[in-house]
């Protein structure tokens, strides 16, 4: 993305001041709970016992000196109803599981909490394009359409860490959500919803977010999509 260049670690100060920058839509949600970013200093946790953590206390632990966590933290403060959803399904995940191995629906959500993309559109043609995998339509063709009639909103807080310092091949998960409002505040509700059909990260089409128009100034060019290594063709079944 051209407004993003590479950032070092962040300042504790800095981030400190989270704490007291009160928004109050980010401590409520459809369960009552309020949740916080609890500031730790090395307090690592296994995926599942981190998951359990913040659906039993509502404190999301956050390593300040790091920017996975920490903007992990802005998400929950910008799209609190939508993560509270993600770590609900989580710890109902948790409780079907009989092992230790996570199953498709976790990978499906941990896929989405790390690189997810909300892909908001008018129409429902322009994201099926996407999980087509076609790449020079959608994003050359139709670029007008994905210019006026798209959104696309990274919520993944792994993803927005490799923002950081961009390169052509980073890949999102899409989440589609289809809206006559392409107001990502006016999505987040069916962005909740739309986590009930997700069960395998099959579902979740890949997405070279430096393709989207405007994202790389080098994407004005048809020639950017011709780089397969980038934009891969879908697989073909065999027969």
């Known amino acids: 993305m051209r407004w993003i260049s590479y950032a070092p670690s962040p300042r504790p100060a800095r981030i400190a001041s989270m704490r007291s920058t009160p928004r109050p839509s980010a401590s409520i949600h459809a369960t ?77 959500l941990t896929v989405l ?6 892909v908001i559109s008018r129409d429902p043609a322009w994201p099926a394009l996407l999980s087509e995998r076609a790449w020079r339509p959608l994003f050359w063709d139709h670029r007008h359409a ?7 909103v990274v919520v993944g807080h792994a993803l927005l860490e490799k923002l950081l310092a961009p390169y052509p091949g980073m890949t999102g998960k899409c989440l589609t959500l289809i809206a006559a409002s392409l107001d990502p505040d006016g999505v987040e509700e069916l962005s909740v919803r739309a986590l009930a059909g997700i069960d395998s990260p099959r579902q979740l089409a890949p997405l070279p977010v430096q393709g989207i128009p405007g994202w790389d100034p080098a994407n004005a060019s048809a020639a950017y999509y011709a780089n397969q290594d980038i934009f891969r063709p879908a697989r073909r079944l065999s027969s």
């Open 146 to 152: 994905v210019e006026t009639a798209m959104r696309f």
């Open 113 to 118: 909490d790390e690189s997810g993309v909300w």
């Open 32 to 108: 009552r709970v309020a949740y916080r970013c609890v500031f730790a200093p090395d307090g690592r946790l296994s995926a599942r016992d981190y998951e359990t953590h913040i659906l039993q206390t509502g404190q999301v632990p956050t390593r300040a000196e790091t920017w996975h966590d920490v903007l992990n933290a802005l998400v929950w403060l910008r799209f609190p109803r939508f993560k509270a959803a993600l770590n609900a399904a989580h710890g109902s995940a948790i409780a079907g599981e009989t092992g230790p191995t996570r199953g498709r629906r976790r990978d499906a």
